[in-house]
């Protein structure tokens, strides 16, 4: 069964790959349904699968043809000496023209096409042609062969040929190998019954027993074939299963993703589209708040001017971090690499942001390692990150708190920026929300400095672009630090200088030159 998908008309980005997955999901659909079909049996007493069953039946009576023919042909021959060239000729015949048609029958079950095919009518065809087939057995076996013990050795040792090939080439239907054996195996045992001697009792109770112990054992193999059909049937409709899940999770996924930059691609338009106005509100504000054009009648007008000015200033930069957002989720964001001294861009934020620190009363303190090489990274990208983790820790440090800022080496060879504060620090459970878009914390909720939350997972974003790692430790009430790490392909190593060998003087051209310098001096 395939589920209907539902495609808007007027959405922009177009999904080539729809009909493909839809018809996936049919084909998986469709599988599981005929895997828990199987599951049913048409018998009404136990889980058979009868297709499957008599489809085995045909196969090992093809497969088998040669081997019956031979012994056919073997056990005529040597009924000849018994009963006669004619008789056992007939007999051959006889036998041949019932396996033929049995052989015809598989044949054509096998060509039929299992779709509306009655099973009912061919398991009852193969059942009768099993009885002919024992019934012509019997035949041979019950003619008068003499008394002799010859010829109860050699009636036994048919039967129980006879009961163990067709007890192995049906046993995937049962009733068909009682239909070719019991004729034959209760024909030899009665005959040994009238004989009216020990030995042939003997022989009767041997022939019985043959019989038990064969049916028993196409019993086992019925029931060990059955299993392995059953566990193939589940194991094919939990692969269906698995693949009509998979095609719905991709489809969900690939609708997640379009939406996705639908709707970063709405952002970024929006943002620009808001940025225009509000440039002129930046404006107009700050121009009223410095009284360019004259002393406001009313003083509260400038605090008005200050108050739009702040949140326009707000709003800007919350637009931009959307548009970065929407840039980077879009993959149009663009690394500039260049190389870069990574302590540089930290000391550099940090004297940005320290004034603002001085007046929250937090302390910031640096502590680089020296020597650091430049790294091949993006100035603006690691100025946004260090900006971001040193606005957060000042952001959430309470009066009196400390910052860390530290540059140094990975254990791996490669350089990390961490920023560690003295904050109230973010439970365990929230740690994937506050690296999360637009994820808030409880402690940022309660905050009187709330934010859009785009400062982190920007600040993730741009560190996974250059091929590092982010890392957020935090403990209740201790604090939390930042890690970003960078990986050692992006240290520029000095290269150490190219020695240029010494020119190989050869000992003729030596002497020449010291002798024309001797001469030289001389003259």
């Given amino acids: 069964m395939a589920y209907p998908v539902s495609v808007s008309e007027n959405r922009e980005i177009p999904m080539p790959s729809e009909k493909p997955v839809a018809k996936r999901r049919r084909l998986a659909a469709q ?43 073997t056990v005529g021959f040597l009924s000849s000496l018994w009963s006669g060239a004619v008789m056992a000729g007939a007999w051959t015949a006889a036998v041949l023209v019932i396996h033929a048609v049995i052989v015809t029958k598989c044949r054509q079950f096998l060509n039929e096409s299992p779709n509306g095919m009655n099973l009912r009518a061919w ?47 049906a046993s995937s239907l049962p009733i068909a190998v009682l239909a070719a054996t019991i004729p034959v195996s209760a024909a030899v045992a009665l ?22 112990y064969f049916t028993l054992l196409a019993y086992r193999l019925y029931s060990s074939g059955l299993a392995t059909l059953v566990a193939r049937a589940e194991k094919d409709a ?3 299963e698995l693949e009509q899940s998979k095609a719905i999770s991709d489809e969900a996924r690939r609708r997640a993703e379009g939406s996705n930059i639908a709707k970063s691609q709405f952002l970024a338009q929006m943002s620009h589209e808001l940025r225009t106005p509000l440039n002129a509100i930046l404006g107009f504000s700050e121009v009223m708040k410095g009284e360019i054009f004259g002393t406001h009648s009313v003083p509260a007008y400038k605090e008005y001017s200050n108050d739009i000015h702040d949140s326009g200033q707000h709003l800007l930069g919350l637009i931009n971090e959307i548009l970065d957002l929407s840039r980077i989720e879009a993959g149009r964001y663009e690394l500039n690499e260049e190389p870069v001294m990574l302590t540089t861009v930290v000391e550099d934020c940090h004297h940005l942001l320290k004034l603002r620190a001085q007046n929250r009363g937090i302390t910031v303190h640096n502590v680089f390692e020296a020597d650091l090489p430049r790294m091949w990274a993006d100035e603006r ?22 910052i860390w800022l530290k540059v140094g080496w990975t254990a791996a060879g490669g350089q990390y920026m961490s920023c560690k504060d003295t904050g109230p ?11 999360s878009s637009f994820g808030q914390g409880s402690n940022a909720i309660k905050s009187a400095e709330q934010g859009a ?9 741009l560190v996974d672009m250059h091929g590092g790692t982010f890392t957020l430790k935090s403990k209740v009430r201790i604090g939390t ?3 970003a790490t960078f990986p050692p392909e992006r240290i520029m190593a000095a290269l150490p200088p190219i020695a240029e060998p010494a020119p190989v003087v050869q000992p003729d051209a030596r002497a020449k030159a010291d002798k024309r310098s001797i001469f030289r001096m001389s003259a």
């Fill in 31 to 73: 599988r599981v349904r005929e895997a828990r079909d199987m599951l049913t049996s048409t018998t009404g007493t136990r889980a058979a699968f009868d297709y499957e069953l008599l489809r085995q039946f045909a196969e090992n009576r093809l497969s088998a043809s040669l081997v019956i023919l031979l012994l056919v042909g």
């Fill in 123 to 169: 398991r009852l065809r193969f059942i009768v042609l099993d009885l002919f087939y024992g019934l012509a057995w019997m035949y041979n076996l019950v003619h008068p062969l003499g008394q002799d013990e010859g010829s109860s050795t050699f009636m036994l040792f048919v039967m129980l040929m006879v009961v163990a090939v067709s007890s192995m080439l």
């Fill in 191 to 212: 005959n040994f019954a009238l004989q009216g001697d020990l030995h042939n009792m003997i022989l009767g109770v041997m022939a019985v027993t043959a019989q038990g």
């Fill in 238 to 240: 939990l692969i269906g």
């Fill in 381 to 402: 990208a690691l100025r946004q990150i260090c900006l971001n983790l040193l606005s957060n820790a000042i952001k959430f440090t309470p009066p009196g708190g400390e």
């Fill in 425 to 435: 620090g973010i439970p365990e459970e929230e740690i994937p929300v506050v690296l």
């Fill in 453 to 461: 939350g785009l400062g982190l997972p920007i600040a993730k974003s």
């Fill in 481 to 483: 630090e930042l890690i």
